[in-house]
């Protein structure tokens, strides 16, 4: 029984090392298309998360409201606008 449970003990140590390195992968690919982005459009924007759509919204927002301020405005939900 104990060897059972060392197989599977290796085997899930070994699907986690090659999940952490596709996850590594799929870093290197987005860093390599924030660079040609950046050499094509000639600024810099961070990609975000695809598999996580409210740090999209996230950034539209903060960006909303950085864009409100520089026009002297009081972003929507300030609580200094009162």
Request: glycine content about 10%; cysteine-free.
């Amino acid at each position: 029984m104990e060897s059972v449970g060392r197989g599977m003990l290796e085997s899930g140590i070994n699907m986690h090392v090659v999940s952490r390195q596709i996850e590594r992968v799929g870093d290197h690919a987005v860093d390599i298309g924030e660079q040609v982005a950046y050499l094509v459009t000639g600024t810099f924007q961070e990609f975000t998360d695809a598999s996580h759509p409210e740090v999209e919204e996230a950034a539209r927002l903060t960006e909303a409201s950085r864009a409100a301020r520089s026009n002297g405005e009081a972003p929507a939900g300030d609580p200094d606008e009162r």
